[in-house]
């Protein structure tokens, strides 16, 4: 029976653990990313839908405009008040709606297969789609660009979990360091050798040993230098892909940013 308990070993264990606590916090940062892309995903889809069907509506609406049109252009034509071209214009925008409503039907049907797609269930599925409020989506949160920037480079999960790999990189290099440093632990062992009815000797022996190790890493081969080179080089390949996620994280909010004011204004137009 062996014991052996590290009591220092010059920051390796918690190197170690620091990086796994890091790996574990950009793990759960992209899980929130995959979450909230799905989710944004969806309500996109969703108004899509809202969309098609407003679409369908319009396109009813003028078809059925465009058949009593028609209807009193046939009569203005064979009572002899009407021209032939007028009839003919009126029976080619009635054909015209009724395409553009068979379109129409077709894209809604598409949009809500695309929608139940990504909630999960069959192309199939039916789907009720909530009447559309009237009044407009209220923007409070978007009164200043730099706080939602701000507010995006803290709480994004893309740059959380950017920041995460670059502190698990660094400590990635203290434990490679660490693993070149001197380690002292505790050792015990028992040993029992019992040799009872066998020739030549009829014993029992018990052998007990406790004390302290300290292992002092000497040489091996240069493997632990190129480690930290490769763990330093690491870090500065976080450290830039970190600040690229920054950058490409403020473009993003201001190019939201400003199609909301511009989508904005188009709905007040």
Do not use: C
């Not at 010059?10 to 190197?15: E, F, H, W």
């Not at 203005?76 to 129409?104: F, I």
């Not at 069959?122 to 200043?144: H, K, N, Y």
């Not at 730099?146 to 502190?167: G, K, Y």
């Amino acid at each position: 029976l062996n014991l052996n308990w590290v009591l220092f070993d010059s920051g390796l264990r918690r190197a170690n653990t620091e990086m796994a606590r890091q790996m574990l916090a950009a793990a759960n940062a992209a899980h929130d990313a995959a979450l909230q892309s799905v989710l944004f995903e969806t309500a996109q889809f969703y108004y899509l839908a809202q969309t098609r069907r407003a679409s369908l509506d319009a396109s009813l609406a003028a078809e059925k405009s465009a058949h009593d049109s028609q209807v009193v252009t046939e009569a203005r034509y064979v009572a002899g008040a009407g021209s032939l071209a007028d009839k003919l214009q009126a029976e080619t925008a009635l054909a015209q709606s009724r395409l553009d409503r068979v379109r129409a039907e077709g894209e809604l049907k598409n949009a809500l297969g695309t929608l139940a797609v990504q909630v999960g269930l069959p192309a199939e599925s039916p789907i009720a789609l909530d009447v559309p409020d009237a009044s407009l989506p209220g923007v409070e949160f978007a009164t200043s660009l730099q706080s939602l920037m701000d507010e995006a480079r803290q709480q994004h999960p893309s740059l959380l979990a950017a920041r995460a790999e670059l502190d698990a990189a660094i400590a990635r290099v203290d434990a490679a360091k660490a693993e070149g440093r001197p380690s002292i632990s505790l050792i015990g062992s028992t040993t029992r050798a019992d040799s009872r009815g066998q020739l030549p000797a009829d014993s029992i022996n018990h052998d007990h040993s406790i004390g302290l190790q300290l292992n002092i890493p000497i040489f091996e081969g240069f493997g632990r230098s190129y480690r930290i080179r490769q763990a330093t080089s690491e870090v500065e390949g976080k450290s830039a892909e970190l600040e690229n996620q920054i950058r490409k994280t403020r473009l993003d909010v201001w190019k939201a940013y400003q199609a909301l004011q511009t989508e904005g204004g188009n709905l007040q137009a």
